[in-house]
């Protein structure tokens, strides 16, 4: 597995060092991880692309079916003795993980920046996120526990059990390469199960340095095997009868297409989908702070995120005084490539995405919605996979930027008469990720968190990602799951339970009794 070195970022500074960079890069190529060593078979690759130049800089080797085979094989053999382990002492392994991935932190933001062209804070912060969700994972004993009720009946006692799974895939998004593999996999191995990773062939890298630093610290050989592909991987390992469960976050169609295979072949599936967040600004709102907030909601990570605000609903007559003010912030957007400091917005993952993003931008205008910034004026004479940040006005539901997930630096705004008007747009999209308003009305914030049809919510907070002692998960098809990604609930989907009734009743009592059972006293 050969990695980018990169110089420190005091070299970075400027595009011109940044250029010449680029051209020291070397190839590199991303194999599989199976039973604790490399797995080169391949019959399939693809290539890895730095989007800030748009140019190649290494391939990713595709796992073949016998590959696959073999490392649920493995992990189905190393799931005996693992999750045969005690608690405490798979918590006492997630924190030695936690310290040996702090010790790769620069590798691994560099990583970030050069695959996914996320901006170095961007990236950082990622990275911290990850770091408190292995805490979180290794505080397994604080929710770990299970029901228990004494005495339900004639000396009868009844205890949820609870116990691993087996085998657990998990399967990431591009956008989050540091957290979300580690969501899976902590979450995964700290309940007793082995774990597969199928990461973005987009950003692959990460991920397999992950499986390095696992074996670091001390986890045993197949427990954490990886598998890298596309699509064929992902299906072949959701129908897998030796895999118990896998969890996905991706795109809505994808989510659901998996929860019904799913389904069909009794796997345990959490598939969180794609989201159109809303943010609701009313008439008492501070123009200028809810500004702020939908230029960083939307424009942070290229609009790259599940989180990211990407419908602003204006109520009243604050509508003109309010994208006006939106307008007057983008032009300070500093766009560029992730490996100069200066950079607040940096590429889309792909050539192919920008395409896409750009296509929505074109349908805005014929279909009656004003193009306030068109971000392609920017990014048009810019190298790379750069779409410039884009302001869009008057849309309205039924129009192609309204309805779909574009997944980029593109807000619309839509303008309501009333709150009921907004709540009603708001209501009308199938996703349901997140939303926020922004008031200063108690009663009103009181009514509309009652209300609102979303999974994660915020006043006055754009970006409402709650910290890992609470609940993560979509909504209406953003979500096709029972449980959450994180929180109190995403116990449940690693785990599952039995209920054990016992009693220990004097012989003598013992008698023939064909009856239903009831309660003695």
């Given at each position: 597995?050969?990695?980018?070195?990169?110089?420190?970022?005091?070299?970075?500074?400027?595009?011109?060092?940044?250029?010449?960079?680029?051209?020291?890069?070397?190839?590199?190529?991303?194999?599989?991880?199976?039973?604790?060593?490399?797995?080169?078979?391949?019959?399939?690759?693809?290539?890895?692309?730095?989007?800030?130049?748009?140019?190649?800089?290494?391939?990713?080797?595709?796992?073949?079916?016998?590959?696959?085979?073999?490392?649920?094989?493995?992990?189905?053999?190393?799931?005996?003795?693992?999750?045969?382990?005690?608690?405490?002492?798979?918590?006492?392994?997630?924190?030695?993980?936690?310290?040996?991935?702090?010790?790769?932190?620069?590798?691994?933001?560099?990583?970030?920046?050069?695959?996914?062209?996320?901006?170095?804070?961007?990236?950082?912060?990622?990275?911290?996120?990850?770091?408190?969700?292995?805490?979180?994972?290794?505080?397994?004993?604080?929710?770990?526990?299970?029901?228990?009720?004494?005495?339900?009946?004639?000396?009868?006692?009844?205890?949820?059990?609870?116990?691993?799974?087996?085998?657990?895939?998990?399967?990431?998004?591009?956008?989050?390469?540091?957290?979300?593999?580690?969501?899976?996999?902590?979450?995964?191995?700290?309940?007793?199960?082995?774990?597969?990773?199928?990461?973005?062939?987009?950003?692959?890298?990460?991920?397999?340095?992950?499986?390095?630093?696992?074996?670091?610290?001390?986890?045993?050989?197949?427990?954490?095997?990886?598998?890298?592909?596309?699509?064929?991987?992902?299906?072949?390992?959701?129908?897998?009868?030796?895999?118990?469960?896998?969890?996905?976050?991706?795109?809505?169609?994808?989510?659901?297409?998996?929860?019904?295979?799913?389904?069909?072949?009794?796997?345990?599936?959490?598939?969180?989908?794609?989201?159109?967040?809303?943010?609701?600004?009313?008439?008492?709102?501070?123009?200028?702070?809810?500004?702020?907030?939908?230029?960083?909601?939307?424009?942070?990570?290229?609009?790259?995120?599940?989180?990211?605000?990407?419908?602003?609903v204006a109520v009243g007559d604050i509508a003109d005084d309010l994208v006006k003010k939106i307008k007057e912030r983008m032009p300070n957007l500093v766009i560029g490539k992730t490996d100069n400091s200066d950079t607040q917005l940096g590429p889309v993952i792909?050539?192919?995405?920008?395409?896409?993003?750009?296509?929505?931008?074109?349908?805005?205008?014929?279909?009656?919605?004003?193009?306030?910034?068109?971000?392609?004026?920017?990014?048009?004479?810019?190298?790379?996979?750069?779409?410039?940040?884009?302001?869009?006005?008057?849309?309205?539901?039924?129009?192609?930027?309204?309805?779909?997930?574009?997944?980029?630096?593109?807000?619309?705004?839509?303008?309501?008469?009333?709150?009921?008007?907004?709540?009603?747009?708001?209501?009308?999209?199938?996703?349901?990720?997140?939303?926020?308003?922004?008031?200063?009305?108690?009663?009103?914030?009181?009514?509309?968190?009652?209300?609102?049809?979303?999974?994660?919510?915020?006043?006055?907070?754009?970006?409402?990602?709650?910290?890992?002692?609470?609940?993560?998960?979509?909504?209406?098809?953003?979500?096709?799951?029972?449980?959450?990604?994180?929180?109190?609930?995403?116990?449940?989907?690693?785990?599952?339970?039995?209920?054990?009734?016992?009693?220990?009743?004097?012989?003598?009592?013992?008698?023939?009794?064909?009856?239903?059972?009831?309660?003695?006293?």
């Open positions: 597995f050969l990695m980018i070195r990169r110089p420190p970022r005091s070299t970075l500074s400027s595009s011109s060092a940044a250029s010449d960079v680029y051209k020291r890069q070397t190839m590199y190529t991303v194999d599989n991880f199976i039973n604790g060593k490399s797995d080169t078979a391949s019959k399939n690759s693809s290539i890895i692309v730095n989007p800030s130049y748009g140019k190649e800089i290494g391939k990713v080797l595709y796992a073949t079916d016998e590959s696959l085979n073999l490392a649920v094989e493995t992990s189905l053999k190393a799931f005996n003795a693992w999750s045969q382990t005690g608690l405490s002492f798979r918590a006492e392994l997630m924190l030695k993980f936690r310290q040996e991935l702090i010790k790769k932190s620069s590798e691994i933001i560099d990583l970030c920046t050069t695959e996914a062209g996320k901006t170095y804070p961007d990236a950082e912060a990622e990275l911290d996120r990850a770091v408190q969700c292995i805490t979180h994972a290794a505080s397994v004993q604080h929710f770990y526990p299970s029901h228990l009720s004494p005495n339900v009946a004639g000396g009868i006692d009844i205890a949820d059990r609870r116990y691993p799974l087996g085998v657990v895939v998990g399967v990431g998004p591009f956008n989050f390469p540091i957290l979300i593999p580690i969501v899976h996999s902590s979450m995964a191995l700290v309940t007793g199960n082995t774990f597969i990773s199928k990461p973005s062939e987009k950003v692959p890298s990460i991920s397999r340095l992950i499986a390095e630093i696992y074996k670091d610290a001390g986890l045993p050989d197949g427990c954490f095997n990886l598998l890298n592909g596309g699509k064929d991987v992902v299906e072949s390992l959701v129908c897998h009868k030796d895999v118990a469960a896998l969890a996905f976050i991706g795109s809505t169609p994808a989510a659901k297409s998996l929860k019904m295979l799913g389904v069909e072949n009794n796997t345990k599936v959490q598939a969180l989908g794609g989201a159109k967040n809303h943010m609701i600004v009313l008439p008492d709102a501070d123009l200028d702070m809810a500004a702020d907030a939908a230029v960083s909601a939307s424009f942070g990570a290229a609009g790259q995120r599940c989180m990211a605000v990407s419908v602003v792909s050539q192919e995405n920008k395409d896409k993003i750009y296509s929505f931008i074109e349908t805005a205008e014929p279909e009656g919605a004003s193009l306030v910034v068109d971000g392609r004026e920017v990014s048009d004479a810019m190298e790379g996979c750069f779409v410039g940040a884009t302001l869009i006005d008057n849309v309205k539901p039924g129009m192609s930027v309204y309805e779909n997930e574009i997944f980029g630096p593109v807000l619309s705004f839509v303008r309501a008469e009333t709150y009921e008007d907004a709540m009603n747009i708001t209501h009308s999209h199938k996703l349901g990720n997140g939303a926020a308003i922004f008031t200063r009305d108690g009663g009103v914030a009181q009514k509309w968190t009652n209300e609102i049809q979303a999974g994660s919510i915020g006043i006055n907070v754009p970006i409402p990602l709650p910290t890992y002692t609470h609940s993560f998960g979509g909504w209406k098809d953003s979500g096709f799951s029972e449980t959450k990604a994180f929180g109190p609930s995403s116990i449940d989907f690693y785990t599952k339970t039995k209920s054990v009734a016992t009693r220990w009743p004097d012989p003598k009592d013992s008698k023939v009794d064909l009856g239903f059972p009831k309660n003695d006293k």
